[in-house]
């Protein structure tokens, strides 16, 4: 089956993707993909990756989340998580997981306007 | 998909995992437990169908409710006959890891769970069951 549709929405400067509820593998690998991709091709500042609807955070998917995360920052944007359910949160953190240094946000809208807001941090990393 | 309390599926392909979350998720949910545990739980079987089909290559999940001494929960068992986990003790310390994963799977599981069973025999395969008992 192919990688669930993805779709990359640009707003201002930044970039706004919202995580399928259930991915596969590689449905996550090709987020992973795409977002690079639009990164370099919008020269955006920033991500927002909408996590509201995701219900199942294990490894697999922390870690590529934790590499994009970084893999944004080196091409001198931010990542700010978006909307993570309280169940998923209790999960990850007695899973073990870490997402690296992704800054995380209660909503997609407060996430926008921290990156919107801060339009020169994310060349500075 | 039949709504099933119990049941089994193969797991070969990457897919699965997904498919095998389905089938936990949908059997927690229908058990009664709550919404942190029915995560809990899906997110140790994604983890451990993972190990499966990283490890093994293919293997087995099978899933019953629980009814003992007054207490109801879940069982999920995960079997394969890949090449064995030679140590196990060092495969439940966090951060081992001899694939390309975080080392998270089989000790996250066992937080997750509230037990967890390993029989591993090098070149035999491995068999993990883990267990979630309802709250009252």
Redesign the interface.
């Known amino acids: ?1 192919p990688a669930e549709n993805i779709s990359v929405i640009k707003v201002g400067q930044v970039l706004l993707v919202t995580v399928p509820p ?5 449905t996550v690998s090709a987020l992973q993909e795409q977002v690079l991709d639009a990164m370099a091709r919008h020269e955006a500042k920033g991500l927002v990756l909408d996590i509201s609807t995701v ?6 998917f ?2 590529t989340v934790a590499e994009t995360v970084q893999m944004v920052a080196l091409m001198g944007g931010r990542t700010v998580l978006a909307g993570m359910q ?3 949160a ?3 953190t ?4 870490t997402l690296g240094h992704a800054d995380t946000a209660l909503d997609v809208d407060r996430a926008l306007d921290r990156l919107l807001a801060s339009p020169s941090q994310g060349r500075s990393r | 998909m039949k709504s099933t309390l119990e049941g089994e599926f193969r797991i070969g392909t990457e897919s699965d995992i997904v498919t095998a979350r389905r089938f936990v998720r949908e059997a927690a949910t229908t058990l009664g437990f709550s919404l942190v545990d029915v995560t809990r739980i899906v997110t140790a079987a994604s983890e451990l169908t993972r190990n499966i089909y990283q490890y093994a290559g293919s293997g087995v999940m099978r899933w019953r409710p629980l009814h003992l001494a007054g207490r109801s929960g879940l069982e999920i068992v995960f079997a394969d006959q890949g090449p064995g986990i030679p140590d196990v003790e060092k495969a439940m310390e966090v951060g081992f890891t001899t694939g390309k994963g975080l080392g998270l799977g089989l000790p996250g599981a066992k937080r997750l769970m509230d037990e967890m069973t390993i029989e591993s025999k090098a070149g035999e395969g491995t068999t993990v069951r883990v267990r979630k008992w309802l709250k009252k």
Do not use: K, W
């Open positions: 089956m259930d991915p596969d593998d590689e219900q199942t955070l294990d490894s697999f922390a870690r309280a169940n998923v209790v999960t990850a007695q899973l073990g997981l």
